[in-house]
């Protein structure tokens, strides 16, 4: 059988494996698409042929690669018959002694039909290198969208793998017998506190699965949306996973304007089952759930309240970590309260620049004014 040379191929596809986060076997595909392009090239370009060639007409051929040999084959698909009508689709039964000797009419088997290397292989390499690199991306994309959609919306262990001017590119995981995929952490997505150092292992919220091929890596990750704390906290929470506790809500200052303000997140979460306490169960025993989301987030504040169909009680709650006097509903329909707090309870009921009473009027839907009543 005769081969076009190809020096060092183990060694290529070895090397476009870790250069493209991609399995050998995915690599060795996007050649053989890209090799077949160069020969259907090669063929549709040699003027001395009069076959016409329709779109679909190179489907019924193949190549095959030869790791040990360093080199590959064109074969083609033909059909044994008594006499040959189409030299591409057709092969004869008396031209089979050195074939296929078991081959018998109208069977189908695969011919040897490669080329000399002279211009074929100078045409092949051209178009090769042209088409590999589009090939490449096509796998690669197949194969995060195959692993990743499914996961998207999830909170995900990720390493640090380098620090860009724009953004930290992470490295996930991709199962068994896959090379890690990239996903790039814009620098809008960061937390003010977190302390990216190559290496370390940090939680990311999987934001976007790109669908298609692009320059930077396939994925984007995030540090700063309320789905990271609420995929961490439901991992620590059975009861959250079980659907027995629901997050009714979440909301996160994730990035304050003033940096050096603690990120703060609020929680409120619910239950139909009277004799449980929803909020016992997600802090957990000595609030060990909460500390362990904060020491991820570099210190962030989480608080997890009751959520109530009563807005005087729902915004009593979600003034936590002040103690409320009383909340007046000043304009049921237009969802305005005011709230009255002590004097030494104001400065937790407003937070660092208003930081809590934003947060708790942005978790319950209300505007919320608060003034100071006798201590």
């Known amino acids: 059988m005769s081969m076009v040379k190809l020096p060092g191929l183990k060694t290529i596809i070895e090397s476009l494996s870790q250069e493209r986060s991609l399995p050998e076997s995915a690599v060795q595909n996007a050649l053989k698409e890209a090799l077949k392009s160069g020969y259907e090239r090669y063929r549709r370009t040699q003027g001395k042929e009069s076959t016409n060639f329709t779109e679909d007409y190179f489907d019924t051929f193949k190549v095959q690669l030869d790791l040990v040999g360093e080199g590959y084959r064109i074969l083609a698909a033909k059909t044994v018959v008594e006499e040959v009508m189409e030299a591409d689709k057709e092969v004869a039964l008396k031209a089979l002694s050195k074939i296929a000797v078991k081959a018998k009419l109208g069977d189908k088997i695969w011919v040897d039909v490669t080329p000399s290397q002279g211009d074929f292989g100078r045409l092949a390499a051209l178009q090769t290198k042209q088409v590999l690199t589009q090939k490449l991306q096509e796998q690669q994309l197949k194969i995060v969208q195959e692993i990743f959609q499914p996961l998207r919306g999830t ?60 320059q930077g890596p396939p994925l984007r990750v995030s540090r700063a949306t309320t789905g990271l704390v609420a995929g961490m906290l439901t991992s620590l929470v059975p009861e959250i996973q079980q659907e027995t506790i ?51 987030l570099g210190g962030e504040k989480i608080e997890i309240l009751r959520w109530s169909e009563d807005p005087s009680v729902y915004i009593k709650n979600a003034l936590i970590p002040a103690t409320i006097q009383e909340v007046n509903i000043l304009d049921l329909e237009k969802q305005h309260a005011q709230v009255t707090v002590s004097v030494d309870q104001l400065s937790l009921a407003l ?25």
Not at 351 to 372: C, F, H, M, Y
């Open 155 to 214: 909170v995900q262990d990720a390493r640090v793998h380098r620090i860009d001017r724009k953004s930290a590119i992470f490295a996930l995981n991709a199962g068994k017998g896959n090379p890690e995929v990239y996903a790039e952490l814009p620098n809008y997505e960061k937390l003010h506190q977190d302390n990216y150092i190559l290496g370390a292992t940090m939680k990311v919220y999987l934001k976007k699965v790109y669908d298609t091929p692009r």
């Open 351 to 375: 937070g660092p620049e208003e930081q809590n009473v934003k947060l708790a009027s942005r978790l319950t839907g209300w505007k919320i004014d608060l003034i100071t009543g006798d201590t």
């Open 246 to 296: 629901e997050i009714t809500n979440i909301v996160r200052d994730s990035t304050p304007a003033n940096p050096e303000i603690i990120s703060h997140t609020k929680i409120a979460v619910n239950t139909a089952q009277s004799d449980i306490d929803p909020v016992s169960i997600c802090l957990g025993e000595n609030s060990v759930n909460i500390a362990v989301i904060s020491q991820e």
